[in-house]
């Protein structure tokens, strides 16, 4: 082995024991800078050497930004769900009846129940070769390249006594932390909320883009082994075992020898999982032997030797103190509840989203009503009842909702068929400025080097107003302000000069124009490929596009009729940002599907399915995700939906296969 490899190989080798040590045994022996001085020498290294590659080394953890399709996959061992209880009468029963049907001395393991989604993993001589969703119990969905992105699964084991092959089942989470995180960043963009970690969680696993998957941090909990050769009868001493081969195995885990440490588990946990980092909504009773658990069997649905109890949904009471309006960059005006802060779920609770004036009514809120506060199923606080009972003579006023802008005292107005009430007031209302500028400057967006503090830095001084302004600051202007040293100023100056590199589609999504996202910029950057065809495009013309509703036109309509956006758009032009789509990406185009509307289903050999998207658009065509009179053709793969199939049948839709799509293009 020469030098170069052998530093590969130690680097490798240290970075994995640092993942092990930081993400499965939370005990940090090194400091993130130090991680990633090591991390980015490996990467350089496997730059300049590929033929060291590995498709197991730590930098692999970061995701690919290609997009692939997920290819079904049948599950060797089914993955049946479990019976669920609520009551300690139905544990009792469950109980009696694993004794009767036994006739012998048994235990019963205790565990927590996660609230992610499942997942089971095959290893194969101790390296990770498959991951796959649970789906409908029988067949689920490959996603081993998003499931190595996760930092506390090992692709290989440690140790050594496992089985030539086996899986191990266990359940993929978003930490609240990082749920919170995300729906910060998301609410920032004004984009919808996750529900709960669970839907974050399952959503996150199932993206195109392993990138994605990485950055938003998932976690692996395991709790189930199957296979054989399995080292001991017993599932606690399984997972005893699979800990010490590297596995994240929950250390809450216990082996009850009666009934009463069953319930004293419970009666712990159903107030200690408030202070767990990820969420939880039961509890699992499984026998613990093997071979008892075979000779309990299986009914259709679910083992008789296992059963879930399920928590009551979490509820606090606690005081409403105030009620405080926010302004988004938009101009949507968000009521927010401040409350006596409460214990719920993991985090303290201080404040709760009242979403609108309707849901105010509906609750009939006065200042300083107790109310009830949920994350029911571990959802984002709100307020789901108020306890009417305690309410006196001394009880603050109704909560009203106000009529005008707390920021910058205009007019709301509430649109007809909207819930929201809006700050027209677009150029002179502060947030909505500031909210705009800190949009544009996001990581999705143009990626400038700044966040929220930094715009309001700026803001304040009286140096910026609008995205353009900041193209034109300079080096002076950001050492006149506290904290900023020549080598920052430097740094955000590179980083906005970078940003006139950034593609067409994102310039116009950094624009921010209401209901204009990600997608929507893309699919408008595909059909008018400049900002110039764009401004000039009317109402029929941008409703031609797919997808594009009237709500959206007008709302682009509005956009380009305000003389202060044209100057804006102007002036972003003129400072040399990308205002068309690029010229590589237009000499591919072509009208061979001009008027055609394609529906696409099933899984695909060649392309996958977001390629074919992009070819159908880039030739003229017409993506459309539901069969109608209106289809033309369904480009079907494997596993094509049968109600698509069907439907296709009785209108008479042609279906047409890979090769003959890709003749079309080719003729």
């Known amino acids: 082995m020469n030098e170069i490899e052998s530093r590969i190989q130690s680097l490798r080798s240290a970075l994995e024991q640092h993942n092990y040590d930081y993400y499965v045994l939370s005990n940090p022996t090194v400091s993130d800078r130090e991680f990633d001085e090591m991390m980015k020498e490996l990467e350089q290294l496997e730059e300049q050497h590929p033929e060291y590659a590995d498709p197991l080394s730590p930098t692999q953890r970061v995701g690919s930004d290609l997009s692939k399709e997920f290819e079904s996959v049948a599950h060797k061992y089914p993955m049946l769900s479990l019976s669920n209880t609520y009551s300690q009468e139905e544990i009792q029963d469950f109980y009696d009846r694993v004794a009767r049907s036994l006739n012998e001395p048994f235990e019963i393991v205790a565990e927590l129940k996660y609230d992610g989604t499942s997942i089971s993993l095959t290893y194969e001589k101790g390296i990770l070769v498959r991951a796959v969703t649970r789906g409908d119990g029988t067949r689920g969905d490959d996603v081993t390249a998003n499931i190595k992105t996760i930092r506390s699964i090992p692709l290989r084991l440690r140790g050594e006594g ?31 909320l996750f529900a709960n970690p669970r839907n974050a969680a399952s959503g996150t696993l199932k993206q195109q883009n392993a990138a994605v998957v990485a950055s938003r941090r998932l976690d692996g909990y395991f709790y189930y082994l199957l296979g054989e050769g399995l080292p001991a009868d017993g599932h606690y001493e399984n997972l005893e075992m699979a800990r010490s081969w590297g596995f994240k195995i929950p250390d809450v885990i216990r082996k009850c020898s009666s009934l009463e440490e069953v319930f004293d588990y419970i009666a712990y946990w159903d107030v200690e999982r408030k202070n767990l980092p990820v969420a939880t909504d039961g509890i699992v009773l499984k026998v613990n032997s093997l071979r008892q658990q075979r000779n309990l069997g299986f009914t259709a649905k679910s083992p008789r030797w296992a059963i879930a109890y399920k928590f009551q949904a979490e509820k606090a009471l606690t005081r409403l103190n105030s009620v405080s309006f926010q302004v988004g960059r938009t101009g949507a005006v968000t009521p927010v509840a401040n409350l006596e802060p409460v214990l719920l779920s993991g985090t303290t609770v201080k404040r709760a989203s009242l979403h609108n004036e309707d849901i105010i009514k509906e609750l009939d809120l006065h200042i300083g009503d107790m109310v009830y506060v949920e994350k029911g199923g571990e959802i984002i606080p709100k307020i789901v009842g108020v306890d009417v009972d305690t309410r006196s003579i001394l009880m603050g006023d109704p909560v009203q909702f ?266």
């Open 162 to 192: 496992y089985p030539e092959e086996f899986e191990i089942r266990g359940e993929i989470l978003l930490p609240w932390a990082e749920f919170d995180r995300l729906n910060k960043e998301r609410e920032e963009q004004e984009e919808p």
């Open 402 to 667: 106000i009529k005008y802008c707390p920021e910058c005292k205009a007019l709301l107005v509430r649109p007809e068929g909207e819930a929201a009430h809006y700050c027209l007031n677009e150029s002179g209302c502060p947030p909505q400025i500031k909210g705009r500028i800190e949009h544009f400057v996001t990581r999705r967006a143009m990626d400038i080097g700044m966040g929220p503090e930094t715009v309001e830095d700026l803001y304040e001084a009286g140096l910026i107003e609008n995205a353009a302004d900041l193209y034109t600051l300079t080096i002076p202007d950001l050492l006149t302000l506290e904290r900023w040293a020549e080598k920052s100023a430097q740094n955000l100056m590179d980083s906005l000069e970078r940003s006139k590199e950034v593609p067409f589609e994102r310039v116009l999504f950094a624009l921010g124009i209401r209901f204009v996202g990600e997608t929507v910029a893309r699919r408008l950057a595909n059909a008018f490929h400049s900002m110039e065809r764009l401004q000039q495009a009317t109402l029929e013309e941008l409703t031609d596009v797919n997808e594009i509703g009237g709500r959206i036109a007008q709302s682009l309509l509005n956009y380009f009729a305000d003389e202060k956006n044209q100057q804006i758009v102007a002036r972003l032009k003129a400072h040399g940002l990308q205002m068309a789509m690029a010229e590589e990406k237009l000499q591919n185009r072509s009208d061979k599907l001009k008027g055609l509307s394609i529906v696409i289903s099933g899984t695909f050999s060649r392309y996958s399915r977001d390629e074919y998207k992009e070819m159908i658009e880039q030739n003229g065509g017409k993506n459309s995700g539901s069969v109608s009179k209106k289809t033309d053709y369904i480009l079907a793969g494997e596993n094509m939906g049968p109600a698509k199939l069907e439907k296709a049948a009785k209108l008479g839709v042609k279906i047409i296969n890979e090769e003959e799509f890709l003749n079309m293009l080719s003729e």
